[in-house]
């Protein structure tokens, strides 16, 4: 246990940080040098021996901790459960930065009960950064051993606004996003792409970003994220409308979600409706 983490606890933010830290210790320290990779949805997109071993680890610690709950993976894994509680995992947010040993990279492990998430925990081992939130009772960031609450920035202007996004992995896809990204460009005080969703969102947690917003995602990319965000004060929602709770836990890809804090929420939102961020194929 890393000094300023909450102590081991049978509870799910307990369990959801114990998990992280144990997968991420493993990722750090037995990353082959020579990595084997596969594609996925298209030659760009890789996954790794790690991301692989790392959701088989998550299941042999889950299984430990609640042996009764069901998971979801990023790389397959399905258990179904009796408890009502289900993990959404994603072993490596982040691959190609771990593939290429960028150090921006998290494992991201979200408990969700009746399509509500009650607990999340963004654990990014290489640079010493492990957000947490649970439902109701805030989020937090331990770094240095060091362990603070979260809130979002007080920006109230996009122009003065420092906004993330990401992208896909298919040709057609990246070009509908670069056109997108090129009207909210000039809009904004500048732009940041992290390469790992469950990041960009703790990031506007912790008030180093003031927005993000990304089409495609999967739900293993921003369970715990959308956690952290609303409990450090922030808004996560579809472009198109709506709450993202109840969570819908599935395969596919998701439409455009937006997450920020207030004050630049609706202006964020305008951009990117007048932008047809949606529509992009
Ligand atoms: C990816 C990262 C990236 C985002 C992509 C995701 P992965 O997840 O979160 O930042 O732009 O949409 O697929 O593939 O590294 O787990």
């Known amino acids: 246990m890393h000094r300023g983490m909450p ?26 040098t020579d990595i084997q990779t596969d594609e996925k949805s298209s030659p760009v997109d890789v996954v790794t021996e790690m991301d692989r071993a790392g959701e088989l680890r998550a299941r042999q610690a889950l299984a430990r901790y609640r042996p009764d709950d069901a998971i979801c993976g990023e790389e397959g894994v399905r258990e179904p459960g009796t408890s009502g509680v289900t993990w959404v995992i994603d072993p490596i947010d982040g691959t190609t930065n771990y593939l290429y040993r960028l150090p921006l990279w998290a494992v991201s492990v979200a408990a969700v009960v009746d399509g509500r998430i009650e607990a999340g925990c963004v654990h990014a081992p290489a640079v010493d950064m492990t957000f947490t939130a649970a439902r109701s009772l805030g989020a937090h960031l331990v770094q240095g051993g060091h362990r603070s609450a979260l809130s979002v920035s007080t920006a109230g202007r996009l122009d003065h606004s420092l906004i993330a996004t990401g992208f896909g992995y298919g040709s057609t896809r990246r070009a509908g996003q670069g056109r997108v990204l090129a009207e909210v460009l000039p809009q904004v005080r500048d732009v940041r792409r992290s ?37 450090a004060g922030g808004d996560v929602s579809w472009l198109a409308g709506g709450a993202i709770e109840p969570l819908l836990i599935h395969d596919g890809e998701e439409p455009t979600l937006i997450a920020a804090t207030p004050g630049v929420k609706d202006e964020l939102h305008a951009v990117l409706i007048a932008a047809s961020a949606d529509q992009v194929p």
């Open 7 to 32: 102590k081991p606890r049978d509870d799910l933010l307990g369990v959801a940080i114990d998990v992280s830290v144990e997968l991420g210790k493993m990722l750090l320290n037995e990353r082959p």
């Open 195 to 231: 390469g790992a969703a469950s990041m960009d969102l703790c990031w506007v947690a912790a008030g180093w970003l003031d927005g993000y917003y990304e089409r495609g995602l999967h739900v293993w990319d921003y369970a715990a994220g959308a956690l952290i965000v609303s409990e």
